[in-house]
């Protein structure tokens, strides 16, 4: 009965999902608003480095419809914000950093208003050189941070070892978030000089410190609500607070709700993207193609100011061996300051960009010594009892596990094959393959982020309230949480309501993100349930009189005691409780244990567990017009034991075309100077339903799962974006199948640009 | 003041008409369901459904409410995803909810609304169909295979559904609420009962024409707003395409859909449906008119690179006033033609192509559908044996305006297909033209890419002889 009852939680849909489809989900700009609301428009540098010789907004002040122009000046406490570090004005005061940089706000009863307004603002800024290249950024020395370096053996004496020694070089692109809902966020004033915020952000502590110290006021002042986002995909971990900074000082100051929500392109070019990086590797095998060193340095684009980077930088030297057993690493990273904005959270957080260097060094080395890079890449796998460069043992690898099960299941031999013949058959039309392995870290890596809070309350008619630090962007949080509870409560999802993520019920939380919500939350709400759970069994033993060993199970809302049915429901167990003055409600915290990571050492076990996949990915392309299509994806993804299959699956769907989407047509354009040209959905282009993989096929390894796993269902947020890599090296073999002689540099994302002029290229 | 049935309610709007109808729905109705993603017609997450009398039926179109000016509502009936919800949930909106078809959620009404028009359509109702009405619905979660799965049910739920009495099943079979039964008797009472009267001019402000608004409303929306918009889409002289001894007569204000959706045209190009699809997506095809692609004068506009190779001409009008001039010599520069300002295009004119003619359109984008081109191409060619007869060739993303490749034409006239020849031709064309590096890429590719499309276009004709094959692997 329990296993059955279990089933039916597992395939619940998305319980957002009815909101969704009917258009009755709130977003921000959908909150009703209040009488009086103004409009936050943001006036930005459009030179990427100068100094600000004069502001004159006198005559637009004037107009009519304009309420307040903002600068530097009218900010009450610090202009500095930035979680990591405080380096990035929210307004620029004397000098520019970026086009898109923020130097005035116009507040205004009116969008026309402020349109108005904008013409009659005069700017001067003294142009200074603009630098958008990492690699020149590091020669000028410009950095964010402390470059950082994970070392394992010693590469210097390995070297000297190896048979096969490659050096090369390796280029990712950025890629816009492109979340469909902009950012945005809608400000009121309440009593006591406090404010209510309405946020699109993944990190609701984030926005409410930030707020309250460029207000120089206490964060519980701050009341930030979230219900849910159209799409985050790290964009709106710390980069919403710009924009609550802004709607939050107008409303604030002016005691008048204030609405700050971007135009698509102010967004694009106002905001971050995934750091771009250009890295160096160094690759040595020896005659049994075992990787037995590997030297990598990165130069990560981080734009003008730290945001996230610095953590990004150390989630790439985290993954920089990807799912490989590598006696000897030396890995470098640079955070490399340029006039970009300040690039930040993506689905994958540095990982994929560390992962595409080695895969890249394997398949150069593959390629000189004449061998298959899939012979490579099995014959490198890792295995329980070896390290990670950063010392955690390898204790849980389905590295092998999932290699073997995906090339066995759709037969590998056969698909290469088919396109042998293919390739024999067709002269103007080539078709390639890739596999593509993933190991992927879960925590956060700063330990310190990894808890979580939640509150419950049971009315006393029965039903439920929930509320958590985690926000709902789309992931399926909302659905995972409600699973926990009626699992917990053995009651009906029907009776238990979601709240809002809000700060005032639930504190100091940490943002939505690596992939760890499920885990952090639902832990921390299953900690909340169990307290409540077990006040009431208390209750039903001393209704029934019976003594504390035995067992009491609330199943299907019906009460039983030692496997026996009793005639009692959960309805009335909470009356009763709530008659005999017991809590009905519970805070439930949880910290991840075990984990912890020296920095001062570079080693430790930062993660609580590791999730594997790999994927085959079939391509064929167009050599005539340098177009390709993506044929399939297979994939054997390790999920532990998931909680809800169909919103896994979604996840990896979704994050898979995510990844090919940044392999292949997202390309982040800027000019010399600084300026965004992919600044619209026109210039900047997403997988549309046309060019995602014809076929995929998600296989669930059912395997062990981990403790530290929400009912031991595997985080599955970023892993799958990885899996798109392979599109990249899968392209890139078509290509050579056309003209053996292309040169093809290890730079993504292969645009139609790039491939065609790869096919049409000769070593000379 | 815009008289229109907005879902089952009757309005009258005193916004300005050139406002967009996607800012009435949302901040003066608060109908929140139609969301904004982009406001440049590229998202599809502010789809509605907009059903109007043509030839007294009335047919339902998907458009994109961010560039629809709210004048263009007038008369008709306009639909957002609250127009579709009933007290159950419909099959449509079923599907994605059982396929997980939706996450964060932000362009699932657009998709629900799109899926809605493919049912309403009275077009075939396969999965493809249903796949082509949201081809201009992007969705940032899912990677869409969940949606497929939902657009193969919705394709299966409507199986049974009749040719005609199409409203009647739907509603019957809970697909629309009830009120849709009423609405063609309800729009043709607005115009019978002189309700309707014609848009007033608003004469203190500067004169702007708009047709389709699919570029206008993208680029300069609060001039469009703020402007005397000149409204030319509802002009019934601008619609219809009619054959007059031997030539096709296009009118100005034909959308790419209605062209496409021409027995005539259709007859004329065999293929055009795999050109089709690469211009667009199907709410800015049902927007978008033939003049206006031309009047636009984007460098890599597809309609004007398809009609250059037609050798076509535009019938330019002011007042009784007309005069035609040929495509090839419309252009004087960037985003200069030969038209005056108070002059509109009424007529596109082609000699319709004998059956033996040769036809074809090729486009590369970044992303193959949906996107604006690095580089089109069209092609006609006439053969006498071996020889070409005439050719007429034209490119797009290569030149300041769309380029009819004169030069090349003219070398190829009476040559063979050989290798030399196409080395030769190549050499004129690249002297023909000078593209620019930018977001669609660097000069030196779309050098070559246009190489390759006259190369694709002679594949298309005649596959890959042993010249093609020399001219490409040496």
Redesign the interface.
């Known amino acids: 009965m329990i296993a059955e009852q279990i089933n039916t939680v597992n395939t619940i849909p998305n319980i957002d999902a009815a909101g969704h489809v009917t258009g009755r989900s709130i977003y921000v700009d959908d909150i009703p608003v209040m009488h009086g609301t103004l409009v936050a428009k943001i006036i930005d540098s459009k030179l990427g480095h100068g100094i600000i010789k004069k502001i004159d907004y006198s005559k637009a002040e004037m107009l009519e419809g304009i309420v307040r122009i903002f600068s530097a000046k009218d900010i009450p406490g610090q202009n500095e914000i930035g979680g990591i570090i405080a380096d990035e004005p929210l307004l620029a005061e004397y000098k520019v950093l970026f086009q898109g940089q923020p130097i005035l706000l116009i507040v205004a009863e009116t969008e026309d208003a402020a349109e108005e307004a904008i013409k009659n603002i005069i700017i001067e800024i003294e142009p200074l050189p603009v630098v958008i290249d990492p690699r020149e950024a590091f020669r000028q020395g410009q950095l964010l941070c402390k470059s950082r370096t994970f070392q394992k053996g010693n590469i210097a004496t390995a070297f000297t070892t190896c048979k096969y020694i490659f050096e090369g070089t390796a280029e990712t692109g950025g890629q816009e978030h492109l979340y469909l809902e902009t950012q945005g966020a809608y400000a009121y004033p309440v009593e006591g000089d406090s404010l209510r915020l309405f946020s699109s952000t993944q990190g609701l502590r984030h926005v409410q410190e930030t707020v309250a110290h460029v207000l120089g006021i206490g964060m519980n002042k701050i009341e930030v609500d979230v219900t849910r986002l159209g799409g985050g995909f790290g964009g709106k971990e710390d980069q919403a607070a710009m924009w609550a900074c802004m709607a939050s000082l107008a409303a604030w100051t002016l005691k008048r709700p204030v609405k700050c929500i971007p135009h698509r392109m102010e967004d694009m070019r106002m905001t971050g993207k995934r750091n771009p990086y250009k890295s160096d590797y160094k690759i040595g095998l020896d005659e049994n193609y075992k990787i037995i060193a590997y030297e990598a340095t990165y130069y990560q684009n981080g734009g003008a100011s730290a945001d996230l980077s610095p953590a990004i930088l150390e989630r790439t030297l985290f993954h920089g061996t990807n799912s490989y057993d590598i006696p000897n690493v030396q890995l470098t990273a640079h955070s490399c300051k340029t006039n970009l904005p300040p690039n930040t959270a993506f689905r994958g957080f540095g990982g994929p960009q560390g992962m595409f260097v080695i895969e890249a060094a394997i398949d150069h080395a593959a390629k000189e010594a004449g061998v298959e890079t899939t012979l490579i890449q099995r014959a490198n796998l890792m295995v329980n009892g070896t390290e990670f460069p950063y010392g955690q043992i390898v204790a849980d690898s389905e590295a092998k596990h999932c290699w073997d099960e995906v090339v066995q299941l759709h037969n590998l031999d056969n698909i290469k094959q088919q396109i042998e013949t293919f390739n024999k058959e067709n002269l103007l039309i080539k078709k390639g393959f890739s596999l593509m392995p993933v190991c992927f870290g879960i925590s956060f890596t700063n330990t310190m982020m990894n808890q979580a809070r939640a509150l419950v309350h049971v009315y006393w008619d029965g039903t439920v309230s929930v509320s958590t630090g985690a926000v709902e962007m789309g992931q399926g949080i909302n659905t995972k949480m409600l699973q926990v509870t009626a699992k917990t409560f053995g009651i009906s999802t029907k009776k238990i309501k979601l709240e809002t993520t809000n700060t005032t019920r639930v504190a100091n939380t940490s943002p939505s993100a690596a992939s760890a919500t499920s885990d952090l939350n639902g832990k921390a709400l299953l900690n909340a349930c169990n307290q409540i759970m077990e006040r009431l069994k208390e209750v039903v033993r001393t209704i029934f009189n019976e003594a504390e060993e035995s067992i009491v199970n609330i199943i299907d809302e019906q009460v039983f005691i030692n496997g026996v049915q009793k005639d009692l429901s959960w309805n009335e167990v909470v009356k009763q409780a709530f008659f005999k003055r017991v809590n009905l409600s519970a805070k439930g915290h949880y910290a991840t244990p075990v984990i912890n990571f020296d920095k001062t050492i570079e080693k430790g076990h930062p993660f609580a567990y590791h999730v594997y996949g790999t994927a085959i990915t079939v391509v064929t392309v167009d050599c005539v017009r340098g177009t390709y299509e993506i044929d399939a994806v297979h994939a054997v993804h390790d999920f532990g034991t998931t909680i809800n299959r169909n919103i896994d699956l979604g996840q990896i769907e979704g994050g898979l075309v995510q990844g090919i989407g940044w392999m292949t047509m997202e390309e982040v354009v800027y000019n010399g100077a600084g300026k965004l040209l992919s600044n619209a959905l026109s210039t900047y282009k997403i997988p549309d339903i046309y060019s995602v993989p014809k076929e995929v096929n998600i296989h669930f390894l059912k395997t062990e799962g981990s403790d530290l796993a929400i009912f031991k269902s595997k985080a599955v947020g970023e892993p799958p974006l990885m899996y798109g890599i392979g599109a990249f090296f899968a392209i890139r073999n078509a290509i050579l199948a056309f003209n053996p002689a292309a040169i093809i540099p290890y730079t993504a994302p292969i645009t139609p640009e790039k491939v065609l002029m790869a096919l049409y290229s000769k070593r000379s | 003041m815009v008289q229109f049935i907005l879902n089952n309610q009757t309005v009258t709007a005193t916004q300005a008409k050139g406002s967009t109808i996607l800012d009435y729905i949302r901040y003066y109705m ?1 109908l ?9 017609g ?2 599809g ?1 502010c789809t509605i459904l907009v059903g109007s009398l043509e030839a007294d039926k009335l047919v339902y179109r998907s458009m994109t409410s961010c560039l629809m000016p709210l004048g263009n509502a007038q008369g008709k009936h306009i639909v ?3 127009g579709i ?1 009933m007290q159950n ?1 419909s099959p449509v ?2 599907s ?3 396929t ?1 078809g ?8 657009g998709f ?1 609304v799109s899926l809605t028009g493919f049912i309403l359509g009275n077009k075939s109702t396969t999965y493809e169909q249903a ?1 082509a009405a ?2 201009g ?12 799965r939902s657009a193969k049910i919705i394709a299966g739920s409507i199986a049974q559904k009749p040719e005609s009495g199409t409203t009647d099943w739907l509603v019957i079979n809970g697909f629309l609420p009830a009120y849709f039964l009423n609405i063609e008797n309800r729009l043709r009472e607005l115009q019978i009962t002189n309700t309707l009267s014609p848009l007033e001019n608003d004469t203190g402000k500067t004169k702007t024409i708009v047709a389709g608004g699919t570029d206008i409303v ?1 680029q300069r929306p ?1 001039m469009v707003k703020h402007s005397n918009v000149e409204l030319l889409f509802d002009t019934r002289i601008l619609r219809g395409i009619k054959e007059e001894e031997g030539q096709c007569i296009v009118g100005g204000g034909v959308t790419v859909t209605e062209f496409f959706e021409s027995p005539l045209i259709q007859r004329i190009f065999p293929a055009l449906a795999k050109h089709i699809k690469l211009v667009s997506s199907t709410p800015i095809r049902n927007m978008a008119t033939m003049a206006g692609n031309i009047v636009n004068a984007s460098p890599i506009g597809d309609m004007t690179v398809f009609f250059l190779a037609l050798d076509a001409s535009v019938v330019l009008a002011r007042d009784s006033q007309q005069r035609t001039v040929k495509l090839k010599n419309f252009y004087k520069g960037y985003k200069q033609t030969d038209k005056e300002a108070e002059e509109i295009i009424i007529e596109i004119l082609f000699d319709i192509p004998s059956e033996q003619t040769l036809f074809n359109f ?1 486009k ?9 081109a ?1 580089v089109n191409s069209a092609c006609q060619l006439q053969m006498a044996f071996d020889t070409i007869e005439t050719i007429h060739l034209s490119a797009g993303g290569v030149a300041p305006f769309p380029k009819y490749l004169s030069n090349t034409c003219a070398y190829l006239q009476g040559k063979k297909l050989e290798t030399q020849t196409l080395e030769e031709a190549l050499k004129i064309v690249n002297a023909e033209i000078a593209p620019i590096s ?5 000069k ?2 779309k050098q ?2 246009l190489r ?2 006259v ?2 276009h002679f ?1 298309q004709f005649f596959g ?1 002889t042993e010249a093609i ?1 020399k001219f ?1 692997f040496q």
């Open positions: 608060r929140m369901g139609t969301k904004i993603g982009c406001r440049e590229d998202c997450a957002t995803v609250e919800n949930i909106q079923q994605i909810i059982d997980n939706t996450q964060c959620g932000f362009c699932t009404p629900v796949v949201i081809d619905n992007i969705c940032r979660c899912t990677g869409y295979k969940s949606i497929e993208v609060q090729e590369v984008s970044k992303r193959t559908n949906l996107d604006i690095s930018d977001a669609r890429g660097s030196e590719y070559l890419l390759q499309l190369i694709a594949l890959p094959k490409l």
